[in-house]
Nanobody
């Protein structure tokens, strides 16, 4: 099992930027595809972005394409999500997650380890 801890959330004005981090420990990190999900109040958890273990493959939800960038540094056991041009509808708790395999997926059920989440609030 991989232990995951998110950081970097906060309150930001619309149009602003944030960089979220996800620090991993425990089981080998570099063989795991990783992902970011988010959950707004009253809504289901939704896929945001994912990255393969080698970082050669990424995937994004249509709603964040062109604004969000996922990356990882396997030497530091850390994954990142650069969020630009924030919108009020991006307000949510953001979770990082890890798979047990190296390939990208956008399905919540494919991820076995989850962090506790970090709150992102965007004011208009």
């Amino acid at each position: 099992q991989v232990q995951l801890v998110e950081s970097g959330g906060g309150l930001v004005q619309a149009g602003g930027s944030l960089r979220l981090s996800c620090a991993a420990s425990g089981r080998t990190f570099s063989n795991s595809a990783m992902g970011w999900f988010r959950q707004a109040p009253g809504k289901d958890r939704e896929f945001v972005a994912a990255i393969s273990w080698s970082a050669t493959s990424t995937a994004y939800a249509d709603s964040v394409k062109g604004r969000f960038t996922i990356s990882r540094d396997n030497a530091k056991n850390t994954m990142y999500l650069q969020i630009n041009s924030l919108k009020p509808e991006d307000t949510a708790v953001y979770y990082c997650a890890a798979r047990n395999v190296p390939n990208v997926s956008g399905r919540t059920a494919d991820f076995r380890s989850w962090g506790q989440g970090t709150q992102v609030t965007v004011s208009s």
